[in-house]
């Protein structure tokens, strides 16, 4: 099999040959169609989260084709079709029983570890995953069969992308009918974001971004107004555009500087939610005066979408099949490979909304 390796920060992947071991009995063997290059693999790259072990295999939304089972894999069969999902979960603590599976304490798996053919050594994979690559070995828990009408590419942005999004609208914030939400950030998560107001039926639904082409963007996955925030100041024209109340929710969806995380929690009215979707790099501050909770406004960070696997990832996927879950226009280019390199710059210049590795 091949895989885009990164040997270290600020550096760019390497291809590399690399062999898998057998599997376990409780691992399956997927061959991978198609991967998206999140921003949180970009995170990485870029030395923000010095948590993750390096040289790594990157990638963590990622679809393909069961070829092998172990003995006690009992819910996945030979050729079905499937997401993965970068979370583990337990089924057995308290944050799994009370139904946040999301939250469970179970790290990523790294049985199974590839090792490069011509020197043996062993690999890590990002979140137990390393969709960076043409085949991995996983955990049953972590393996979701999917129909197999849906396109894998589009089907491999619901395990991270798109449920992280919509899930924090719909999971996280129960966006009511009718209320206003604002977001910060018309990247891959932002735009899914948006369009999970939509489908909750906010009004207004506020874009704001210091893009013109991302803002753009927004307009077409559900956004009622835009803000340029390179050009005006974000809060003050959210609230002009709320008669001075500001908004019900707003969601900073970016991760990468504090002024947003910021600005969401100020331009929210009275009670107000403020829901943290973007993964900040480490020790990112967030500095306001503690007053202004005083009107009761609330701030909440949204894990993984506050997503349960098995249940939300066809539930996504129906509203797809339905015309009210926009994939395919997430999906802005297509790269081998052998070009991650290249999705990476265009992932840091803004001009995509999400690319896809054809691992074919």
């Known amino acids: 099999m091949k895989a885009a390796v990164l040997y270290d920060i600020n550096t760019s992947l390497q291809i590399e040959r690399i062999a898998l071991p057998n599997i376990e009995n409780d691992q ?18 870029k ?30 069969k030979v050729g ?3 997401i993965l999902s970068w979370k583990r979960n337990c089924g057995l603590c308290e944050m799994c029983q009370v139904g946040y599976p999301n939250l469970c304490d179970v790290k990523a798996d790294q049985r199974g570890q590839p090792h490069l053919l011509n020197s043996g050594r062993q690999m890590d994979k990002f ?3 390393g969709t ?37 609208v719909l999971n996280t914030a129960k966006v009511e009918p009718g209320k206003s939400v604002a977001v910060f950030g018309c990247g891959g998560v932002g735009l899914n974001v948006i369009q999970g107001a939509m489908i909750a039926g906010a009004e207004p639904i506020i874009a704001i971004d210091i893009l013109n082409n991302k803002l753009e963007l927004g307009k077409q996955f559900g956004a009622t107004h835009t803000i340029n925030s390179s050009q005006v100041d974000p809060v003050m024209a959210i609230q002009d555009l709320t008669e001075g109340q500001g908004v019900h929710y707003a969601f900073e969806a970016i991760g990468l500087i504090s002024d947003p995380f910021k600005q969401s929690i100020l331009c929210t009215r ?5 829901v943290y979707v973007g993964h900040a790099p480490v020790n990112t501050p967030v500095d306001f005066d503690a007053r202004i909770l005083f009107s009761e406004k609330m701030v909440i960070g949204s894990h993984y979408g506050t997503c349960r696997p098995r249940v939300d ?35 840091g210049a803004g001009e995509v909304a999400r690319s896809v590795l054809d691992l074919t």
């Open 28 to 45: 399956v063997r997927v061959r991978l169609v198609a991967s998206g290059v999140c921003h949180s693999d970009w995170h990485v790259v």
């Open 132 to 168: 960076f690559s043409t085949e991995t070995i996983l955990p049953q828990d972590v393996v979701i069969p999917i129909d197999k009408e849906i396109p894998l590419p589009q089907a491999a942005l619901v395990g991270c992308g798109v449920v992280t999004g919509v899930g924090a």
């Open 313 to 347: 990832f066809p539930r996504l996927l129906g509203l797809y099949k339905t015309d009210k879950l926009k994939l395919d226009e997430l999906v802005t280019r297509v790269y081998p490979l052998e070009q991650i390199n290249q999705a990476f710059t265009a992932l």
């Open 47 to 76: 030395g923000e989260w010095p948590f993750i072990p390096i040289p790594i295999i990157l990638g963590h939304e990622g679809a393909g084709v069961v070829e092998e089972i172990g003995s006690e894999v009992n819910n996945i």
């Open 270 to 274: 009275k009670r107000g939610i403020t």
């Open 127 to 129: 979140n137990g995953l």
């Open 80 to 82: 079905d079709h499937v």
